[in-house]
């Protein structure tokens, strides 16, 4: 195999930097070694970009069970040579965040696999969101089916129960008089 000119970032790091999502590009395997990383996922982490440069996964301190799906990730992408998405909860300053990731590999001339782009999004938020919106539509579809409105009021707590345990619930009834 063809030894390949070492990969430029001119120009990535301008945009990059303008992103609010972690970017980072990894070499490959076996150590899958950080060449990049933006702004936006340095700063949360209190390090410098230069920081991650150079290192692999496990030798900045990332949990074990992470490092091992982050690397089982990239060796089925090397494997496919196709974009891959992955989802995954984190330790992020002082909050568990669910994360989404897009990973797509940069391919040599030869078809190797030379890096991997990782594009990676906090979706705590829309992750929080998904039980309440489920159960609203449950409450929707339990009301357009003609329920009771003691069913409805049962529907209600028991999924606010399910969705906030330990919570107090309180219900507010109008009437239309």
């Known amino acids: 195999m063809a030894t390949a000119a070492p990969l430029k970032f001119e120009g990535l790091e301008a945009f990059a930097d303008s992103a609010t999502d972690f970017i980072s590009v990894h070499g490959p395997g076996p150590h899958y070694r950080y060449l990049f990383v933006n702004e936006a996922l340095a700063r949360p ?21 992470l490092t091992r799906l982050w690397i089982g990730h990239m060796e089925r992408i090397a494997q496919t040579r196709e974009p891959a998405g ?5 330790r992020l300053i002082d909050e568990t965040q669910v994360l989404q990731a897009r990973v ?13 782009v990782w594009i990676t999004r906090d979706t705590s938020e829309t992750a929080r969101a998904e039980p309440i919106r489920a159960s609203q539509e449950q409450v929707m579809r339990l ?7 003691q069913q409805i009021i049962k529907m209600i707590v028991t999924l606010a129960e399910k969705n906030s345990p330990g919570r107090p619930i309180a219900l507010m009834l109008t009437s239309p008089d």
């Open 45 to 65: 982490t209190g390090r410098r970009r230069e920081d991650y440069v150079g290192h692999a996964l496990a030798e900045l301190g990332l949990p074990e069970h």
């Open 86 to 90: 992955l989802e995954f909860e984190a």
């Open 104 to 116: 797509h590999p940069l391919l040599a001339a030869d078809g190797s696999v030379e890096a991997f």
């Open 143 to 149: 009301i357009l089916s003609g329920a009771t409105l």
